[in-house]
């Protein structure tokens, strides 16, 4: 098993960081190694801003060196229904995927994080709660519409970013997670197809109706990066709230798996 990895990493390590090396697509595996970052505001820290708050914040400098490090390690960043299809369909991805989110839909991830975004080439999924768009300090309909006409995603975030384990009237729950889909879509004029959940709460019956309202998946916040179709409503991610040392950590665990992975499809 250890030569066999070896003898891979040997194989990939001469070509290098060439994009889109497909998987191997006669035997797709069932599951695969993606990393889903997770992002909030992107802005200077202010004097004001104490621990908790900053725990939600990261710099333009260091949003800046995260990507500068994924750019340099060859990943490439793909959107979710790269992964929906992939999982359904054994459909080939980057052989470095990554999936880049912000979520919440503060301003400054228009004014730092869009400008970051386009000089490293990289797309990424903006998921926003509809209530809060057009309000101060948020995102405007002009903006999202703008980041969608840049290439960027845009996926639903509830109407209000309530704790929905917490709702117990079935209307409301309903209104949260189909009415804020339809929303979007009637702002954008095309579909939205996945879904994160506030908080990243959900339970069985959470999950079922994001499953019936028309999403094709659903991120949650619990830690993880290999994810398999049975995963699709409850996928995981890393939450950004730390040094890029703790991404480089993440990503060295993520490179493990995928190899560990492409070793168990050949075996
Ligand atoms: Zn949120």
Redesign the pocket.
């Known amino acids: 098993m250890q030569l066999r990895t070896a003898l891979f990493l040997l194989s990939f390590g001469t070509i290098g960081i060439v994009t889109a090396i497909p998987q191997t697509q006669e035997t797709p595996s069932d599951r695969v190694s993606v990393p889903i970052l997770i992002y909030?505001s992107i802005r200077p820290y202010r004097t004001t801003d104490l621990g908790g708050v900053r725990k939600y914040i990261t710099t333009p400098e260091a949003l800046d060196q995260e990507f500068a490090y994924l750019k340099a390690g060859g990943y490439e960043s793909i959107g979710f229904e790269d992964l929906e299809n992939r999982l359904k369909s054994g459909k080939a991805l980057p052989r470095k995927p990554v999936i880049i989110c912000f979520?919440?839909g503060p301003e400054t991830q228009y004014v730092y994080a869009l400008p970051l975004l386009k000089k490293y080439s990289f797309i990424a999924t903006f998921?926003l709660?509809t209530n809060a768009v057009g309000r101060k300090n948020y995102l405007s309909w002009d903006q999202v519409l703008q980041l969608s006409a840049d290439g960027m995603q845009i996926g639903c975030?509830s109407m209000f970013?309530p704790y929905l384990t917490q709702i117990g009237n079935e209307k409301d729950l309903w209104r949260e997670i189909a009415g804020s889909k339809e929303r979007l879509e009637a702002h954008l004029g095309k579909p939205v197809t996945a879904f994160?959940y506030?908080?990243g709460q959900y339970n069985n019956h959470i999950v079922e109706l994001v499953e019936k309202a028309g999403y094709g998946c659903a991120r949650g916040t619990y830690p993880g990066i290999v994810h398999s179709e049975e995963d699709l409503f409850t996928l995981t991610g890393l939450i950004r709230t730390a040094t890029l040392k703790s991404l480089i950590a993440s990503l060295q665990d993520s490179e493990d798996k995928a190899n560990e992975n492409t070793t168990t499809d050949r075996s």
């Open positions: 909030h979520d919440d998921f709660f975030h970013h994160a506030p908080f």
